[in-house]
């Protein structure tokens, strides 16, 4: 059969992994390098200093925003733009003498770029192109020390002519709420501020009235936006512009701009109207390699700084030894980053992943949840309560103290029932609260998480008020979790549906009060046990028994009412029919319910084994398990929206790649490490079982979905970058394929291996110590028997000391055939 169809092995093809017609990946950089501009779609990345954030493509376009993408937006996005994508940063190089003029980053001017590359790296972003005999090149990131975008650019004559350049500086602002600004722009617009600072050189903008309600409203806010932005830099100002208006000039967009093709400038400042900062610089460089460089410094201050402090700061970075101070900073920051988890594997695409892109994806996932990307273009969701639960196992190897903040922070989003907001606004405060009875759980989940990883059991103690009122201690938080949860039981003690569960769109199945979830029955016992363990381990014995007891009644609840002969139904929905059943015309078997059956431990080893042998009998694809098969075709009422997804996408058939990395998982605890492997290598984003045009979005991380084959667009993906599917395909492969994971003793050695893993290294931080630890396996066995030493000392148990001694110890495993 061809390739494109039975998929590629990572064992057998490493190369066509690690390039595709669009790029490569610069293992060595640790970055991605694109090498033609014309991508499926825009390949985005993300500058921040985790105050002052941005999105940028490799074209130049994104937006910027401070702290919140919908409150403090600082730049404009245009949704469903075409060309798509705009505005963005630009500059404009102007030919002097001839008048011809371009834009380095190919857009906005579709500039006929004779070279061009863009280098994708740690929240930074180098886009190098030639045009003309002008070389070019620009490195954007933001200042770890200060509240600064920094574009770093060069500039240099590869001609044997003098070339005498008009260099513009262009951004479109967009000056607080976005939300506000995207619906209600020719009211919004009549308060913007640009004016320029003649005695420092530089613009400043503001805007004299500002909302931070979380919808769009008509209420009125009365009060001025809290911070003022500003654009400098060390080339001197020979004129600038505030008004989009008159700077792109009548019936021009971006491509032309008025000011660029006469090469100059009409120094308008605004009281009202579209605002921009455009500021124009006069360079010349010398034949035969003359070159220049020099900073544009784009900052945000409070509106209260003085014009003297942000001189001072515009003065800072004026210096260009100061900004190349601050990247280097800012590569320090990445290996500090990292160095908490780095391996060394038999499978080059497979480390890289695991060393950088799938760190670096969870990381950003867990700065951003699912509010700022070029598809969440942060105006709705906010920070999603499970959403940002889950994400916190990305940083969780490495930054503690970011997870214990966001878990505060999150118990102080639960009402004293138990229950919580679906989403949360952490800045302005407030949240969306909905039905989903899976919401609260995930907060016991990410404290059990923390906890392993930590063992800074002070926490619980903390005191977190409750939205409504009141404060409590941490463990009482999570106790009311549970117990919210447990009060929202069938009569068959199975979880009730309520407004939905993980999978949003099963929406409509218990809004009466009466479908049940089995997933979400899985889920609950999973922490059920969780939670018994977690007392057993601070000796608590009158709570192990209650968690214990419930986790025993809700086991045998799934087991009695939910195996359908080959695996587990989804769930019963308020008329009492069975969803992903046999009996089911359509949506027959869902994946969920039989990862879960594993992880939870519910299903006895006969069903474990034979669910997931269903999943892959029923839901596989060349890029992993489908969701649900076979995908809904008509819009069920009862049900929900999934059922009026198209088949083969979202919810409704497509591979989501969030529930496969769940399977993956699963099938490491049933010891089948080759089956897990395939999903891996199958669900990797470069993997070229799909051709890149068709895959469209960027090959270095998880997308949230690719279509099945269910769809004529069989392997598209979609909404990459603010995934889950980044944070669990990092945790199910460290953990349990690697087996190398958290428990509340110390870290546990458990590797479940395919058997081309004969020998690897993982170098983990844990608890203020560093364990080295090699890993042989001779005979290529999946499970087999662990031989363990610590320090050149055999050592006869699989949970290593926990040392905390701040020093390196190194651990030798060597698996053989079990006796």
Known sequence: MDKKITGVSLSENVESFLRNKYGYFDRDAREFVITRYDTPRAWANYITNGRLSGIITNTGEGYSF?????????????????????????????????????????????????????????????IESEYNEIMSRITYFVAPGDDVELWWVRLKNTGNTPRRLDVYSYIELCLGHALVDLINQPNDQHFNEVYFDEPNQLLVATKRYWTNFSRATVKQGNQAWAYR??????????????????FIGRWRSEENPEAVELGKSFNTEITSGDAVFALRYECELAPGGGETEFPVIIGIV?????????????????????????????KENREDYLKSLQTKLPHPVAEMMINFWNQYQAKTTFQF??????????????????????????????????????????????????????????????????????????????????????????????????????????????RRSIEFVLNNLSPR????????????????????????????SMFLAFILREFAHLFRHIGKQTDVEYYAKWYDEIAGAINTYAWDGEWYIRGTNDL???????????GKIFLNPQSWSVISGVAPKERAIKAMDSVAKMLSTPKGPKILHPAYTKPDPNIGLITRCVPGKKENGAVFNHPVAWAIIAELILGRGEQAWRYYQQSLPMNPVIEIDRYEVEPYVYAEYVTSPDHPTYGQASHSWLTGSAVWMLHGFVGYLLGVRAEFDGLVIDP?????????????????????????????????????????????????????????HIVHVRLSTSD
């Open 493 to 520: 003690k199975l979880a009730l549906f309520k407004g939905g569960d993980w999978n949003d769109t099963l929406d409509f199945c218990g809004r009466k009060g009466r479908g049940e979830s089995v997933w979400m």
């Open 302 to 330: 409070p509106n209260d700084a003085s014009a003297e402090r942000i001189a001072e700061i515009v003065g800072t970075y004026r210096d260009i030894n100061k900004v190349k101070e601050q990247f280097d900073v800012l």
């Open 369 to 478: 949840s699912r509010d700022a990307s070029l598809y969440h273009g942060g105006l709705l969701f906010g920070r999603g309560f499970r959403d940002s639960a889950q994400d916190s196992l990305g940083p969780l190897m490495t930054k503690q103290d970011w997870v214990r903040a966001r878990l505060i922070e999150m118990a102080k989003m639960q009402f004293q029932d138990g229950s919580t907001y679906h989403l949360y606004y952490p800045i302005t405060g407030g949240g969306e609260r909905t039905e989903h009875l899976d919401n609260p759980l995930w907060l016991p989940f990410m404290a059990v998480s923390y906890l392993k990883e930590t063992a800074d059991f002070s926490v619980l103690e903390s005191e977190c008020e409750f939205v409504d009122g009141g404060k409590a201690t941490l463990v009482e938080h999570l």
């Open 229 to 246: 932005v500003f654009m400098g830099s060390s080339l001197s100002v020979a004129g600038f512009d505030g008004s989009k208006d008159t």
């Open 66 to 126: 401070y702290l919140t993408p919908r409150h403090n937006r600082i730049t404009r996005w245009r949704y469903n733009a075409l060309p798509p994508n705009r505005p963005g940063r630009y500059i404009y190089l102007r030919d002097k003498e001839s008048g011809e003029y371009w834009s380095p980053s190919w857009q906005p001017c579709f500039s006929n770029l004779s070279r061009y590359t863009c280098r994708h790296g740690f929240n930074y972003t180098i």
């Open 576 to 586: 009492g029919e069975l969803i992903g059943s046999h009996q089911s015309e359509e």
């Open 752 to 808: 479940c291996l395919p058997s081309e893993f004969r020998h690897y290294v993982v170098r983990r931080r844990f608890r203020d110590a560093e364990y080295e630890i090699s890993v042989e396996n001779p005979d290529g066995v999946s499970k087999g028997k662990l031989s363990i030493s610590v320090d050149g000392k055999d050592y006869k148990s699989n949970i290593l000391p926990v040392f905390k001694d701040g020093k390196k």
